[in-house]
């Protein structure tokens, strides 16, 4: 798992850094950085920024990049190694600033929390930049790899990227029901404080809603479309429905398999190494959460097109998604971030109003009800987190590298600071049949 150094990286630089990492030429090659223009600008435009974003970048010698006087009670930034983190930020805005973090050319200032450092930026993610510089998205902003397309062939690569890393490392920071999703927390009258929650409790929350929404009960015929590591299909089993689950994850359904087995379900619960467009037969509730994100636009269609063929006559749909603003999707979708190249390959983020004109356009589904809880996420990442860093030395002995390590902290961190600042929300949805919806609702 420990990745091999690239060739002509200068010495400065960690001798552990990923062979997918990208290295801009005036690192490869320091003749040419009094040269590289580029760097210059970025380190001003980075300048700019901090007039816009109340964070303090600090030097390496203690002075702010502004060159204003810091704070000292806000977030702070410590830039580590500048020539690199401007490079970096030079060549490949998006993607730079996030493996700047993962090269250890920038982390978060002593005192400050590394969502804290992330956190400002989400809430001002159209306005930390000059407009001017906005306009100039379409010069830096890099096109999504091919290979990356969630074909039948290419889905099963970029699951496989992530979710088959090793069933050992995610047991490791997920909680005993080893969900890789959003946990609901009880935010009721006189509940305890969401950080004092107990986290097992919080999860099968979440699954019990999503089968209550999909109205699962003894008997349904249950189609689960991402198996995880199981716990949606025994709680659904539980209930005396019958799944049949689908993945492209070896190691999940592997797994999955022998939890549902220990349970004593296996008569209830069948789980496959199949792509959800392959499956046939008729159900009375397909489930589905967070899966959609790893769909691609490009299939959207077909996802909700299958969704709707799968369901029988009066059958319900259920998708917990994580969303962003339409705005937001418009304006990204067609660019290549630092999530997309090292964390989920081929993800895309929908937005509510999306799959409305998606399910409007090409089924005959409708959204019938969207439950929200955002900030559930922002407190699930953050437990995820704590505990990642907590077990990493057990990680590291797995065969995982320094590298690896600062990718996931600065995924977790990344993507809790989205959730607490509403850039991003998570919701459960309900999509039903026009007609069966319409005679409901009468």
Known sequence: M?????????????????????????????????????????????????????????????????????????????????????????????????????????????????????????????????????????VVDRRIPMAQRNSLLGSRKNIEAHYDLSNEMFHLFLDATMSYSSALFDRSAGAAPVTEQPFEAAQLRKVHAILDQARVTAGSRVLEIGTGWGTLAIEAARRGARVTSVTLSREQAALAAERVAAAGLSDLVDIRIQDYREVDGQFDAVVSVEMIEAVGEEYWPEYFRTIEQRLAPGGVAAVQAILMSHERLLATKHSYGWIQKHIFPGGLIPSLQSIDETTSAHTGLRVTEVNEFGHDYAETLRRWRDQFLASWPQVRALGFDETFRRKWEFYLAYCEAGFGTGYLDVAQIRLEREGAASARMA
């Not at 290295?23 to 300048?47: D, F, G, T, W």
């Not at 970096?88 to 200032?109: C, N, Q, T, V």
């Open 2 to 138: 420990t990745a091999t150094l690239p060739a002509n990286l200068p010495a400065n630089l960690p001798a552990n850094l990923p062979t997918n990492m990208t290295q801009p030429i005036c690192l490869r090659r320091p003749a040419l950085r009094v040269l590289c223009l580029r760097a210059r600008l970025a380190r001003n435009i980075l300048a700019q920024v901090t007039s816009r974003v109340p964070i303090d970048m600090l030097m390496p010698d203690g002075s702010t990049l502004s060159g204003q006087p810091a704070a000292g009670n806000r977030a702070a930034l410590q830039i580590v190694r500048p020539t690199a983190l401007f490079e970096r930020l030079a060549h490949h805005p998006k993607i730079g600033i996030g493996e700047a973090y993962m090269a250890g050319d920038w982390k978060a200032a002593e005192g400050t929390d590394l969502a804290a450092v992330l956190a400002p930026f989400a809430e001002r993610m159209t306005t930390a930049f000059p407009p001017r510089l906005l306009r100039l998205r379409a």
